[in-house]
Every structure is written in C-alpha cells, then in structure tokens.
C-alpha cells in the first residue's frame, strides 16, 4: 500500500472516473442522435418504398456501433481506476480522462454524421435506388472518425 503524495493525489482516481464517464456519455450522444436522425428518415421513406425498409436500416446499425466504441474504452478505464493509496497517479487520471473525451468527441461526432447522411441518404435512395451504394461509402467515411477516436483512446490508455 502506498500513500497519497502530490504524484498521487486524493483526486486523482477522478479524472479516470470523468474519462471513464465522458467515454460513454458523448458516444452515446452521437449514437442516438445518428440513430433517431436516420430512423425519421427511414420512415419518411417506407411510406413511398416499404420494400427498402430493411436494406436502409444500415445507417442505424452503423450509428449504433459508435456507442460500443464508447463502452469498450469506459469498460476499461474502469478496470484500470484504483484509489490513490494504490498508486492511481495524477497522470494516469489525466490519461484515462483523455482517452475518455477522444472516443466521446469522436464518436459523437461520427453520430451526427452518420445521422445526417442517413436521413438523406434513405430519402434519396426511395427516389433513385442508385444512390444506395453511394450513401454506404459516405457512411463508412462518417463511421471511421469514430473508430480514429477509438484507436487514439486505446493508445492513450496503454500509455503508462
């Protein structure tokens, strides 16, 4: 056991929790704002094209996957957080809240993308069914910003 120094201060293990919490939050955020964003847009478009329904739930899988990249990186700072008698040092909290608010940041915005792109691209798709293909690849570009913030939180998190 350790003791509390100015290294490992009493709130030190906060700034891991505040990573751990923004990690989750703002993922969240995005992916909810991407799926009710893109839903609106699937059920403007079934009235004209109910037969496309299901081809064009893509952008709501995809807006989901951002809110897991959120929950892996929480799930993990959560594992790492200890109290500061156990050597939870001041740079590790502020490791663990950085890694926090890039996947958060990043994946709320790559929801607000995806939902963005997603509501028109399942409008257009009703209209002209070329536009699908289109749309995927737009998606993945909006999907990737969340995934570049999962890998800067990853190495941030491995960093001792």
């Known amino acids: 056991m350790g003791q509390i120094t100015d290294t490992n ?3 030190g293990p906060f700034f891991g929790i505040m990573g751990a919490s923004a ?15 893109s839903g609106t847009g699937i059920s403007a478009m079934a ?9 064009c739930i893509i952008p709501v899988v ?4 951002v809110a897991i990249y959120g929950l892996v990186i929480a799930i993990l700072i959560v594992g790492d957080i200890k109290s500061p008698e156990d050597q ?25 993308a995806i939902g963005i ?4 691209g399942v409008r ?4 002209q069914p070329r536009l699908f293909v289109g ?11 969340g995934l570049y913030g999962l890998i800067v939180a990853i190495f941030l998190y491995a960093k001792n």
């Open 117 to 120: 792109v997603g509501d028109a």
């Open 23 to 37: 990690a989750i939050i703002f993922s969240s955020l995005g992916a909810a704002y991407g799926t009710a964003k």
């Open 9 to 11: 201060p009493i709130y």
């Open 88 to 112: 939870y040092s001041l740079y590790k909290g502020f490791l663990h809240l950085g890694a926090g608010l890039a996947v958060g940041f990043a994946g709320l915005a790559a929801g607000l």
């Open 47 to 55: 009235v004209m094209r109910p037969e496309l329904i299901m081809r």
């Open 124 to 127: 257009g798709t009703a209209q």
């Open 62 to 65: 995809m807006a989901g996957i």
């Open 135 to 145: 749309m995927i690849l737009i998606l993945i570009f909006a999907e990737v910003l």
